[in-house]
């Protein structure tokens, strides 16, 4: 019988053949037409550090390298990990140029060097080559520290030298929101610009969800959709206003957004307009969007738990929102109002 191609896992060819017991044996190659590496009978086999490993050895023994107990080959194992796989797209590009540099830099280095606490010292210094750049430099040491972690939880190493590095990077913290201000400095912005930022202010999804919202995850009471970040489950309320905007919209089928081209946003599309858009001096990211839909939550009647819910936050940090933006302008109207009596 022939045997049933499954899709290829890290770079590996995993073949299903049913024997004549009715059983399925399952056979591991280090790439397709490479040697078989591990075979099971039964379940389909995880695909464990160890198995990577062996199809790392393999297939530089067939380009005449041999093994290696280089720190490249702990930098390969990962960026072929479930852990690395299940990251969003953007996330595994971002990781991915931080993850060229390290191997630049470390990659020829020995395992060993970094069960040595030393090592921690060198990737300081690595690090301080962009101080210049400190969100650059701390994306560094975050990323060298995830790998190590990697490596510790697979028993790959037994100690992270990079875990707890100081960051940089200092920023406020405080959640921002879009004033009235802010709108009107964008009144005069294209108006499929000006679409998806409504939008955004009144559902709170990040840019990727954004620009990917389709129609059919909206209905008459709800948005539902996994969000790509987190990979949850996000159910967002749809309230009259929100409501009367997407009744607004004139096409219903695919993607809500579109762009001056009436095509689908991308990411870096939605962002690049935003930014040519931006005038000088505009201190709110479309980040910052988020923060606003929390505030019109709040505005809406709902507590900080119900909010909580709906936008992944602490209800901590809704109440810190709350507390800035929403109790403060409703004391000063109060004021106000006390006062011209």
């Known amino acids: 019988m022939r045997g049933k191609t499954n899709r290829i896992v890290s770079g590996l060819h995993v073949v299903r053949k049913r024997l004549a017991s009715g059983i399925y044996r399952w056979n591991v190659y280090a790439w397709r ?25 393999a297939r530089q023994q067939a380009s ?29 590009r971002d990781y991915n140029r931080i993850l060229d540099r390290i191997d630049d830099h470390f990659g020829a280095a020995s395992i060993a060097a ?47 030298v990079a875990a707890g590095i100081n960051h940089l990077h200092s920023a406020d913290k405080s959640d ?40 059919s995850q909206v209905s008459d009471k709800a948005i539902i959709l996994t969000t790509r970040k987190r990979k949850g489950r996000a159910v967002i309320p ?4 929100l409501r009367t905007f997407l009744e607004s919209i004139e096409h219903k089928a695919g993607t809500v957004l579109r762009n001056s081209r009436g095509e689908p946003w991308t990411e870096s599309g939605l962002g690049t307009v935003f930014q040519r ?12 969007l988020r923060g606003t839909y929390v505030t019109w939550l709040a505005t809406k009647g709902l507590t900080d738990d119900e909010i909580a819910r709906i936008v992944g936050w602490t209800s901590q940090r809704i109440a810190g929102v709350r507390a800035r933006y929403v109790d403060e302008a409703r004391v000063i109207v109060s004021l106000v109002d006390r006062l011209s009596a």
């Open 176 to 215: 921002k929101v879009w004033e009235p201000r802010h709108w009107e400095a964008f009144k005069d912005a294209p108006a499929h610009l000006l679409q998806a930022l409504r939008l955004a202010s009144m559902t709170g999804l990040r840019l990727g969800d954004l620009v990917r919202l389709d129609w």
């Open 114 to 160: 970094f069960e040595d606490r030393r090592m921690r010292r060198e990737i300081i210094e690595w690090r301080d080559q962009w101080r210049g750049q400190p969100r650059t430099a701390d994306k560094a040491t975050v990323t060298m520290a995830t790998v190590l972690g990697w490596a510790v939880h697979n028993a790959l190493l037994t100690v992270n």
């Open 33 to 57: 037409g490479g040697p078989c590496i591990y075979r099971q009978d039964g379940a389909r086999p995880i695909i464990t550090p160890e198995i990577l490993s062996q199809a790392m050895a």
């Open 277 to 288: 858009n931006k005038p000088a001096g505009f201190d709110r990211t479309m980040h910052d």
């Open 238 to 241: 749809v309230v009259p206003e």
């Open 64 to 92: 005449g390298k041999g093994p290696s107990d280089t720190f490249k080959t702990i930098i390969t194992a990962y960026r072929a990990s479930p852990e690395f796989e299940r990251l969003a797209d953007s996330t595994q």
